[in-house]
């Protein structure tokens, strides 16, 4: 039979055993969250002819992974002007808004398809070495395609995307992934956009081929999102 002092030693010990989870779970708590918060502000930019609409599916992803919206920013453009003297200007405003918005020193950048030019652009040439952190071309006509050229009679923006144009040779000029950022490119292999397929991949970038999907569906593709987010987390 236990005496009253240990009957007291017993009842202390059980309180302690069912007391011990809860700090470990609040700090468990405290290490996931830090992650979130140290997390860039992610700036999207929507591909041609296109609006920030298309990014719904992913920014669904992010938010379940974490994300605040007031992380997640979509720019949105008039997809017919020109990369180089319009666009990536332009976006490098909006960057430099969300920066000061946010509080954040750089931001992630994830572009599809002609908004992987106008992107590029401004981290190699309009200051975005130093305020990208991570980059990301979804179906990016990284080296052109042929496709443009049906309506590169009439548009700036599809000669812009033509192979061999002004943007695509100065874009791929010297170090086509250049300064600290970190470069990713997801590419399909069944594109009906771009041509070549081979296209979409940098020297220097972590290229992942997603298996045939056609240009748009990598917007919605679920192993897509894994990629990235897997990125944006390295």
Wanted: charged residues 15%.
């Amino acid at each position: 039979m236990l005496t009253p002092r240990q009957r007291i030693l017993a009842f202390l010990t059980l309180c302690l055993a069912l007391l011990a989870p809860f700090p470990a779970q609040a700090a468990a708590g405290r290490v996931a969250d830090t992650p979130a918060a140290a997390r860039n502000p992610v700036v999207f930019v929507h591909g041609y002819n296109a609006d920030p609409g298309v990014w719904g599916s992913l920014r669904e992803d992010l938010r379940a992974d974490g994300y605040a919206d007031s992380q997640l920013f979509s720019f949105g453009y008039d997809t017919h002007q020109s990369v180089n003297e319009v666009l990536s200007g332009r976006l490098a405003a909006y960057v430099d808004q969300v920066r000061q918005q946010t509080g954040a020193a750089r931001v992630d950048v994830v572009g599809h398809s002609f908004g992987s030019l106008v992107s590029r652009w401004y981290v190699k040439y309009g200051g975005g070495a130093a305020t990208v952190d991570h980059w990301v071309s979804l179906a990016g006509p990284n080296h052109g395609t042929s496709t443009a050229w049906a309506c590169a009679l009439w548009d700036q923006a599809c000669r812009d995307m033509t192979p061999g144009s002004y943007v695509v040779k100065n874009l791929a000029a010297g170090d086509e992934t250049p300064g600290a950022v970190k470069y990713a490119t997801f590419w399909s292999e069944c594109d009906e956009v771009v041509n070549p397929d081979s296209s979409v991949p940098l020297s220097g970038a972590l290229n992942t081929p997603v298996g045939c999907l056609e240009h748009n569906d990598l917007l919605g593709d679920e192993a897509t999102s894994a990629g990235v987010r897997a990125f944006l987390r390295s």
